[in-house]
T-cell receptor
């Protein structure tokens, strides 16, 4: 079983709709969680960190469920510019940090 | 603001050739990483370095060597390239603690 799992999609969503992705992780000792965004043929960039209490940044909301070991990303009022691959990232910090990525979920917003 | 700089951006190698991918960061980060990205596989960690002078294997280290030359630079070497190493390679760096990782623009490597 992979350490971090995501539904690869693709998710094809009409503009203005709400879309949600989940990501599950296998190591209960995981400490930090992030969502990254990757545009086609570009490097990944941080979208948002995921805090235990959940957090919101404009149209984006991230949630963490430690009991069920998953994180989620909700995008409201989706825009064409939201089309990208969304990567779930988990870190384990035991002196040596290591970022572990999920395979990514591809999102296409349809006009 | 340079951030993380990778060279080269593109490379074609013949099977058996060797090459070194260079990575440098100017953010005074302790941790540096090398990932490869293949279709359907996501980013897989090859090697990482938590600090100058230390390196650790990641998920797919076979066929690669690394060198953390100093705090700024972390190089990845392919001693004898194989077609299975055709991929996009990303270098990244991060500061201690639960902070953002910054990526280079990637190296698109083809081994024929």
């Amino acid at each position: 079983r992979k350490e971090v799992e995501q539904d690869p999609g693709p998710f094809n969503v009409p503009e203005g709709a709400t879309v949600a992705f989940n990501c599950t992780y296998s190591n209960s000792a995981s400490q930090s969680f992030f969502w990254y965004r990757q545009d086609c043929r570009k490097e990944p960039k941080l979208l948002m960190s995921v805090y235990s209490s959940g957090n919101e940044d404009g149209r984006f909301t991230a949630q963490l469920n430690r009991a069920s070991q998953y994180i989620s990303l909700l995008i409201r009022d989706s825009k064409l510019s939201d089309s990208a691959t969304y990567l779930c990232v988990v870190t384990y910090n035991f002196g040596n940090e290591k970022l572990t990525f999920g395979t990514g979920t591809r999102l296409t917003i349809i006009p | 603001n340079a951030g993380v700089t990778q060279t080269p951006k593109f490379q074609v190698l013949k099977t058996g050739q060797s090459m070194t991918l260079q990575c440098a960061q100017d953010m005074n980060h302790n941790s540096m990483y090398w990932y490869r990205q293949d279709p359907g596989m996501g980013l897989r960690l090859i090697y990482y370095s938590a600090s100058e002078g230390t390196t650790d294997k990641g998920e797919v280290p076979n066929g690669y060597n690394v060198s953390r030359l100093n705090k700024r630079e972390f190089s990845l070497r392919l001693e004898s390239a194989a077609p299975s190493q055709t991929s996009v390679y990303f270098c990244a760096s991060s500061a201690p603690g639960w902070t953002e990782a910054f990526f280079g623009q990637g190296t698109r490597l083809t081994v024929v």
